[in-house]
Every structure is written in structure tokens, then in C-alpha cells.
């Protein structure tokens, strides 16, 4: 099972060099990939409860937010190996043509190392700050879909649809991976899961308990079939968000929240599921707020994974 840990981008310890320096003890303890996540804002009076904490309230942490893609374009200067991730952009927001540039320039300069992970996000607060109508967000979702694997894969490129068109047009580089990079992809929703059926190589659920995990994994790689792809390649690639706990939190806790011996039965457990990869995100880890505990949870995580 490969290993993913987030990069300090967001909140307090986001910056330069504790990225680098994440990066670089990734790379040498043989993590597979790095992650970013996006947020663009954090709103004084939500229009909406955050569905992750208890009262609904947003994470300090979304106070603070590095870009995502030019995050990941700096790491990956830093390193040579390792790949380079989204969990996830909120593709509704972005138009597909300049998506495809930047993306596209961050797998030339990794040298193939991207992958792309794609969500639809859940704030109204952002897609009124971003300019994106909240009413077509599925419809914006598919149609970003549809135009980047049009990008990607085809030469001369053109897209007809209702949000986004694209004349018959040559675009270039074409991405380093053939015939594209990975697409990752957040969904819990029974259309978010159907689109993870249509267009992604991997779904990547986060906060879903795990026994859940391999029944809808199986639906996906179902529906996957009625779309004439090979569902069996669409891998689990379970994001564990880690809350670490002195002592053990009742049967009610979230995954990945508790003691270190907690954490690691749910590693177990999410091997047992199936998970080809687990991505450990300590930013919302109120004991996490320096570099410094960055690193100390990098290599914690790595001895409840592998056990060395």
C-alpha cells in the first residue's frame, strides 16, 4: 500500500521552507506522494455549517491557504521522485482551458508526476467569491471533465457545451503522462459517485467509515463497467484527515481520530478494504501548528504504516 502525507499549506506552519523540508523527509522515507488541499476564503458568517466539526465550525486553518497548483510546482523543484497531488481543487470554480495550462505545466516541469485530484467542494460562501454559480456546479463539474480529457488526449481540440466551449483549436504541451495524468476524485453524494464511475482512476474518499468503503467501492467499479471502462482499475485512495489523542476515543470517533494504536488499526483496516494508497493530512490537528510538528507527524505516521 503506498503512502501520501499534505504538505504545510495550510494554516500557521504553511510556508517555503517547511514545504521543502516535508518534501525532501517524504522523498527520503519513501512516501509515494505529496497533497495540497484549496480554500479560498473563510467566511465571518458562513452561509453554510461545516459538516466536519461537531458545532459546524470552520477549521482555523482555512484561514490561511498557499495556492495549491504553484505549491506543488515549488515541491516539486525540490524533489525528484516523488508525486505531486490535489485533494482536491473544486473544479466547478476553474475554466477548463486555463485549468489545462497550469496543470499541464506542472506535469512538464515534475517531469510526470502530477496527479490530479478534483472535488466540487461544499461552501456557497466560495463559489459566490470565485464566480461560479452553485446551481450548475454538477453540470460545470461534468463539462470541466469532459474539456480536459479533450485537452489532454486530443489534437486538434474542441468542446461544445453549455458552460464552456472551446474552438477547434491546437493546444499545447500536451501533459508528460500518456494520456494524461491520473484523475483522483472526492464523492460521496450517488452522482458524485456515478462521475467517479464515468471519468476517475481513483476514488478518494475521506471522513467515510471504512466498513462503507468497500460496498460503494464496489458500485463505482460497477457502474464503471456500464460505461465500458474496466472498473476494476479504479483504485481506493483513502485520505486519512489525522486527529492524534492521548488517550482512546469511543466507538463513535471519526476514522483516523484517536491514539496512535486507534490510527493504526484503521491503516489496517483500510488496507483490509482494499486502499491502494492512505494520504495522512495532519493540518486539522489542533496539536499540529508549527513545522516542526509537521515533521514530528510525518514520521510518526510512517512507523504506524510500516511498522519501521
Same mark, same amino acid.
Given at each position: ?11 500557521? /506552519? ?29 467566511? @465571518? ?10 458545532? +459546524? ?6 484561514? @490561511?491557504?498557499?495556492? $495549491?497548483?504553484?505549491?506543488?510546482? &515549488? ?38 508526476? %502530477?496527479?490530479?485530484?478534483? =472535488? ?6 466560495? &463559489? ?32 461544445? +457545451? ?15 503522462? !500518456?494520456?494524461?495524468?491520473?484523475? &483522483?476524485? /472526492? ?29 460503494? %467501492? ?22 486519512? !484527515? ?12 471519526? $476514522? ?30 489542533? =496539536? ?11 514520521? %510518526? ?5 510500516? =511498522?519501521?
Amino acid at each position: 500500500m503506498r503512502l501520501g502525507f499534505f504538505l504545510p499549506q495550510l494554516g500557521p /506552519a504553511a510556508g517555503p521552507d517547511a514545504m521543502t523540508d516535508i518534501a525532501r523527509r517524504a522523498e527520503e522515507r519513501g512516501f509515494d506522494s505529496l497533497w495540497v488541499t484549496e480554500r479560498i476564503l473563510w467566511p @465571518i458568517e458562513p452561509q453554510v455549517p461545516y459538516v466536519a466539526s461537531a458545532d +459546524g465550525s470552520l477549521p482555523e486553518v482555512f484561514k @490561511i491557504n498557499l495556492d $495549491p497548483v504553484a505549491a506543488l510546482a &515549488y515541491v516539486a523543484g525540490q524533489t525528484s521522485r516523488i508525486r505531486v497531488g490535489t485533494s482536491v481543487l473544486n473544479l466547478p470554480w476553474y475554466n477548463p482551458v486555463l485549468l489545462a495550462r497550469s496543470l499541464t505545466t506542472l506535469d512538464v516541469v515534475s517531469k510526470g508526476r %502530477l496527479i490530479a485530484g478534483f =472535488g466540487m467542494g461544499w461552501s456557497p460562501d466560495e &463559489y459566490e467569491a470565485a464566480g461560479s454559480p452553485w446551481h450548475r456546479r454538477g453540470r460545470r463539474m461534468d463539462e470541466n471533465l469532459e474539456a480536459l480529457e479533450a485537452i489532454w488526449t486530443t489534437d486538434p481540440v474542441g468542446y461544445e +457545451g453549455t458552460d464552456f466551449r472551446i474552438p477547434r483549436s491546437i493546444i499545447g504541451p500536451k501533459p508528460v503522462q !500518456n494520456p494524461r495524468p491520473p484523475i &483522483y476524485m /472526492a464523492a460521496y453524494t450517488e452522482p458524485a459517485l456515478a462521475r467517479v464511475a464515468r471519468f476517475a482512476d481513483a476514488w478518494m474518499p475521506v471522513g467515510v467509515p471504512i466498513p462503507a468503503m468497500t460496498g460503494m %467501492l464496489e458500485g463505482v467499479r460497477s457502474a464503471a463497467a456500464q460505461h465500458g471502462r474496466d472498473g476494476s482499475a479504479i483504485e481506493l485512495v483513502v485520505r486519512a !484527515n489525522v486527529y492524534l489523542t492521548d488517550r482512546p476515543l469511543g466507538d463513535d470517533r471519526f $476514522p483516523f481520530a484517536g491514539t496512535p494504536d486507534q490510527i493504526a488499526a484503521d491503516v489496517a483496516a483500510s488496507r483490509e478494504a482494499g486502499a491502494a494508497e492512505i494520504t495522512f493530512d495532519p493540518s486539522f490537528d489542533p =496539536g499540529v501548528t508549527t513545522p516542526a510538528d509537521f515533521a514530528s507527524r510525518l514520521d %510518526l505516521f510512517h512507523e504506524i504504516a510500516t =511498522g519501521a
